[in-house]
């Protein structure tokens, strides 16, 4: 009886605060947003939002997202929502992504961030990152002769057929975890998604890298822009919610692992044995301005971010280059691969199984390769939210919004704006950049902007670098498919690119 007499309460109770909590704002709270266009779900919840990071949905210009929440997909709206000294505040949504204390990517206190912007760049120097090739070279190779092993069985037209994506993911992930934690994970070796997760107290696990990054940013995406939900979604019954939440103890699992192990043998530089230069290393050795070092939680939490900044963007991005650039050559054939092979040829020596990073720094077309596909390409599949904290709000696409309202800008649309980069804006042109207008490369936005952009970019743009120079420069491609379908949680990810590969036979 007791229980009938609280279903009936509650029946009541829910519809009363289903008013209060998303009809009523309608009116009152968000009336100042009412005018703007966007989905008829969006203007009384982020609930149409948080189903666009679930399942892939993708809106307009200046539209109303949320019951609060407008994206503005002008270069007008990257230089309001993200420049340097306008006092916005990352949003709420950041908590969702908090796994033991709060990193450079999820800290919302400006200074907090500053201070951890502040030892984490150290780590991402032009010196610092000079000192990291060793580990991506000795990596490379490993990738190179795993590759080379598929090539040595073509089929009937003279190539191995090859779903390429993984091997991204495995080389990526093996070079950040080479980076960040001091040990490759060993994907590219064991030819598989795996990585060792500990929490405290049990013994190490082994699961599936990738998959469990993928988990981690659909559910936290979703749980970020509906933060009332996050106290009670373990007990939902959908597995995205259990599988997700399992994902995030499971990533922080692997970092925890990887920072204790490499934490526990730091006797060896006491003994004769090289200190190694990596990131790891030197967030260790780093100290705020008041002489502090970052304590074992702060470490996991910054090598965290490192592993999830370093691993996925990368690898999605490094395949969809490959993708792009076999895509270009087939529409328009002896443009693209004939150019950037020429390049890569006369740069790096004939009998080298990979390139150097002197070698392919400076060549202009795999620059200009890299780039297109990164505009093509958003790794961000949504726009990264930020908080109006002025008192008297702020003007942006002549529209005036008061504080609190929340605003992003979504890379995606910007990429893909005719407006901005021309009737071939679905076309891959990487001779567009040579000529980009101020507007076009303001528009550019592949790392974020201002003071929160990606702090280690020099990083990301050596290792793709060095990635797609090695691979067009040994390998000769045949794209076997037609679009690169992706799945768009926090990030945008290819779901598989199916190439053929051979050897090149370059002359010296």
Same mark, same amino acid.
């Given at each position: ?90 949003? @709420?949504?950041?908590? %969702? =992504? ?9 800290? $919302? &206190?400006?200074? *907090?961030?500053? !201070? ?59 070079? @950040?975890?080479?980076? %960040? =934690? ?9 030819? $598989? &998604?795996?990585? *060792?997760?500990? !929490? ?75 200190? $190694? ?232």
């Amino acid at each position: 009886m007791m229980l009938l007499f609280h279903a009936i309460v509650l029946g009541l109770l829910l519809p009363i605060w289903a008013f209060c909590y998303w009809i009523l704002p309608y009116f009152t709270t968000y009336k100042h947003l009412r005018h703007l266009p966007g989905p008829f779900l969006g203007k009384f919840s982020n609930l149409w939002l948080a189903l666009g990071a679930r399942n892939g949905q993708k809106y307009g210009r200046v539209v109303r997202v949320g019951f609060n929440h407008v994206s503005i997909a002008t270069p007008e709206g990257l230089r309001v929502v993200y420049a340097h000294g306008n006092g916005f505040l990352k949003d @709420i949504f950041y908590n %969702a =992504f908090i796994s033991g204390v709060p990193g450079l990517f999820n800290v $919302r &206190d400006r200074a *907090e961030h500053t !201070r951890k912007r502040k030892i984490v760049a150290h780590a991402f120097s032009p010196g610092a990152v000079h000192d990291f090739e060793p580990y991506m070279s000795a990596n490379l190779q490993r990738w190179v002769n795993q590759l080379d092993r598929i090539a040595a069985t073509p089929g009937k037209d003279g190539y191995a057929r090859l779903n390429i994506m993984p091997w991204c993911t495995f080389i990526a992930f093996d070079i @950040i975890g080479d980076l %960040a =934690f001091g040990a490759p994970f060993g994907m590219v070796s064991r030819g $598989r &998604d795996e990585c *060792e997760s500990a !929490r405290p107290g049990e013994p190490a696990t082994y699961v599936p890298g990738a998959e469990t990054l993928n988990r981690r940013g659909e559910v936290c995406s979703t749980l970020g822009l509906l933060p009332a939900l996050r106290p009670w979604a373990k007990h939902l019954p959908d597995p995205f919610f259990s599988k997700g939440l399992r994902s995030v103890k499971n990533l922080h699992g692997i970092a925890a692992a990887a920072v204790t192990k490499r934490l526990e043998n730091t006797e060896g530089t006491q003994s004769g044995i090289p200190q $190694r230069r990596d990131i790891l290393e030197m967030l260790c050795r780093s100290k705020d301005a008041d002489g502090h070092a970052m304590q074992r939680d702060e470490l996991v939490s910054e090598t965290l971010t490192q592993l999830i900044a370093g691993s996925d963007t990368v690898s999605n991005t490094a395949c969809a280059v490959i993708y792009w650039i076999l895509h270009g050559e087939r529409q328009s054939p002896g443009t693209i691969v004939p150019r950037l092979q020429a390049e890569l040829d006369e740069a790096i020596a004939a009998n080298s199984s990979i390139s150097t990073h002197g070698e392919v720094k400076n060549l202009q077309f795999l620059r200009l390769c890299i780039d297109e596909a990164m505009r093509l390409h958003s790794t961000s599949a949504i726009g990264l939210p930020r908080i109006v904290t002025a008192k008297s709000g702020v003007f942006c696409e002549n529209e005036h919004f008061p504080e609190g309202t929340v605003l992003s800008v979504p890379s995606y649309t910007l990429h893909h704006t005719s407006d901005i980069w021309g009737p071939d804006v679905e076309e891959f042109r990487p001779e567009r950049w040579l000529n980009a207008t101020p507007r076009q490369k303001m528009s550019f936005n592949p790392f974020s902007f201002g003071p929160r952009a990606c702090v280690g970019q020099n990083v990301a743009h050596m290792e793709l670098a060095l990635i797609i120079g090695t691979a067009f420069h040994r390998y000769d491609f045949r794209l076997y498919q037609q679009k690169l379908e992706s799945h768009e949680g926090f990030s945008k990810k290819p779901v598989e690119c199916w190439v053929g590969i051979k050897l090149r036979h370059v002359e010296a």
